[in-house]
């Protein structure tokens, strides 16, 4: 689920104003996913978007973030975000593997050198549901082209064997017949992700991005089919 895009992409347009007394972010999206799982099906869901914002703080349904930094150049904030729990198709493969949902804090540290950034992000499970931990690292590049404003962006996804297994794993005691115990490791895999965005309106906004993220050794559990994801949303927001 990429719910944070729309307030990133909300962010984008009223980077020149003060948000100071805070703006309202409403909008919907259609999101599709491709399921690694085997037997999964792949979804596609519309979902509601509601968010409040100023120039430092966001709370919305895709979590909360405030910026602690910001020189220009460098930027850095401390996040809450939910970790929905994966869905795994209800089939025989899948009967007494029990995942819940998550609560991930982190920080996150972006900086730009003229329409080029390199971004560090760092997160980790405060719940105790997965007792995991995930990074990234990635290099974006921005432009306008036309009416569109473009964020392209690869990189390598970083989780370690806790998230992984919480993600993908079979531990001893889950363990059935066709079903044979799995345990990964850390890992570090590669992905690539491109939004654009179109204002339609002084406050209002249409987006798309496309995802996809290798998943490496994961890959390799009796639970995946494939050895990739993909993931396309579509959004439609309004800032007041």
Sequence with gaps: MRLAILSVATFTL???MALAEGDWI???IVDGDQSPYVEGMDSVDVLPYIAF??????IGIDGISYEAFDN???SIDARLDPRFAPDLPNTTLFDGLDRDD????????????GQTYAAVRVKGDVTGVY???AGELAIGYETVLGPLLIDASAGVQL????LNNYLYGVSTEEAADGRPAFKLSNTANAFAEVTVLMPVADDMFVLGEIGYADLGEAADSPLVADDSRL???????YQF
Excluded at 102 to 113: C, P, Q
Excluded at 159 to 162: G, V
């Design 14 to 16: 009223t980077a020149p």
């Design 26 to 28: 409403v909008g919907i």
């Design 53 to 58: 914002e100023t120039e430092r703080f966001h």
């Design 72 to 74: 220009g150049s460098l």
């Design 102 to 113: 998550a609560i991930d804090a982190g920080l996150s540290a972006n900086y730009s050198f």
């Design 131 to 133: 007792d995991g931990f």
């Design 159 to 162: 989780r370690d064997a806790n």
């Design 231 to 237: 993931g396309i949303t579509l959004g439609l927001g």
